[in-house]
């Protein structure tokens, strides 16, 4: 058996080491100290002469810094470990200047939740809804500046209720964050056969879908506006089961019956940052809009092709049916680039002038964290 404790000669090694760290601890407390300085020198800037309206979280600015820390970074410290670091420095610096609120479909313990701390870091004010369209109406209304909404998940499809919302708010998408979901079935119990209920968010429910008729057939499952809420209600009730996360475990005081039971293990659900103020361009963008097409032969192919010959890729499109007119359909289309770009410009222009009906979602810059 070796002897655990160090010998005169390595302790004397590990004395220098350890001195070494507290020196650099010293240096990285300065230097955070000095960033701090420096935002609180941004914030008297932009409210010098008695500004109320100032805009002090700029995502293109927050995108590039991020983007650069990956880029240097060459140390054993994981690229997406050390941006996450970033994060919570630029989040502790931006509440030095003004601390932000941000809306998101409650309550806490939701992916929704998880996704205003993966964005904002740990510093921001989440402040829970009841529903998406709450979501909406606290940025509308500027009881809050941002807030986050699931757009798409990789398994179910889009959200419905997200997308009905796009098509009347006067908000502008500001960033978009891609969050994987693990889903966790909690309860009271240890033993999943004494439950009697599942309940969760008709999303999580279909991304389990196979899963709770293979382990748990019978049961009575029901949909609730969220999976934290689906936690609170395991909380009150033993016989409940819930479909939520590790962390809404933590904080309800559930057992983990199960980990990871949704059916893609690749499962993400990608949600957009709502604001007031647009964008500016942080070199990895993406547009998105809203168009519908006049009912005639090649007319959606006259309006890719304004896309497609200035070489500009579409991400994403997805027609549902037009709530206004029998058998038309509105198109949910995104694509690289930001619209101050020329050649994007040129396109949405040109687009625009074919469609019977388009609306500017915004630009906003692709998410260094994913």
């Known amino acids: 058996m070796s002897n655990a404790t160090p010998s005169a000669s390595e302790q004397a090694e590990l004395g220098v080491i350890r001195e070494e760290i507290d020196a650099i601890d010293a240096q990285i407390q300065s230097l955070i100290a000095q960033r701090a300085e420096c935002a609180q020198k941004?914030?008297?800037?932009?409210?010098?002469?008695?500004?109320?309206?100032?805009?002090?979280?700029?995502?293109?600015?927050?995108?590039?810094?991020?983007?650069?820390?990956?880029?240097?970074?060459?140390?054993?410290?994981?690229?997406?470990?050390m941006a996450r670091l970033f994060r919570e420095i630029m989040s502790l610096c931006l509440a030095l200047e003004q601390p932000i609120k941000v809306a998101y479909l409650g309550p806490e313990g939701s992916y929704s939740h998880a996704c205003v701390i993966k964005q904002f870091g740990t510093s921001v004010h989440p402040h829970a809804v009841g529903s998406i369209q709450e979501v909406f109406q606290a940025v509308e209304k500027k009881h809050v500046q941002y807030g986050v909404v699931p757009v798409e998940n990789s398994s179910e499809g889009v959200v419905k209720q997200t997308q009905k919302s796009l098509m009347d708010t006067s908000l502008t998408i500001t960033g978009e964050v891609d969050l994987a979901i693990h889903h966790c079935l909690l309860a009271q119990t240890p033993d999943p056969h004494q439950l009697k209920k599942i309940v969760a968010h008709p999303q999580a429910l279909g991304q389990c879908e196979n899963w709770l008729s293979q382990n748990l057939p019978g049961l009575v499952i029901e949909e609730v506006a969220s999976n934290a809420v689906a936690a609170q209600m395991a909380e009150a009730d033993p016989?409940?089961?819930?479909?939520?996360?590790?962390q809404a475990a933590r904080l309800y005081g559930l057992k983990i019956l199960e980990t990871h039971i949704e059916d893609q293990k690749s499962n993400t659900t990608k949600f957009w940052v709502l604001g007031h103020e647009a964008a500016g361009p942080s070199g990895v963008d993406k547009t998105a809009m809203i168009l519908s097409v006049p009912n005639q032969a090649g007319s959606l192919i006259r309006v890719l092709d304004g896309f497609?010959?200035?070489?500009?890729?579409?991400?994403?499109?997805?027609?549902?049916?037009?709530?206004?007119?029998?058998?038309?359909?509105?198109?949910?289309?995104?694509?690289?680039?930001?619209?101050?770009?020329?050649?994007?410009h040129e396109a949405l222009t040109e687009v625009q002038a074919q469609c019977s009906y388009f609306k500017l979602l915004g630009s906003y810059p692709v998410s260094p964290l994913d």
Not at 239 to 246: H, Y
Not at 330 to 344: A, N, S, W
């Open 308 to 344: 497609a010959k200035r070489g500009i890729s579409m991400t994403r499109i997805i027609s549902v049916p037009s709530t206004e007119t029998r058998w038309d359909y509105i198109f949910y289309i995104d694509i690289l680039g930001h619209q101050q770009q020329p050649d994007v």
């Open 239 to 246: 016989k409940i089961g819930a479909i939520a996360s590790e």
């Open 42 to 81: 941004v914030a008297d800037i932009k409210t010098r002469g008695g500004q109320v309206e100032a805009v002090f979280y700029r995502p293109e600015r927050e995108a590039q810094v991020l983007r650069a820390v990956k880029e240097r970074n060459h140390s054993l410290i994981p690229d997406e470990d």
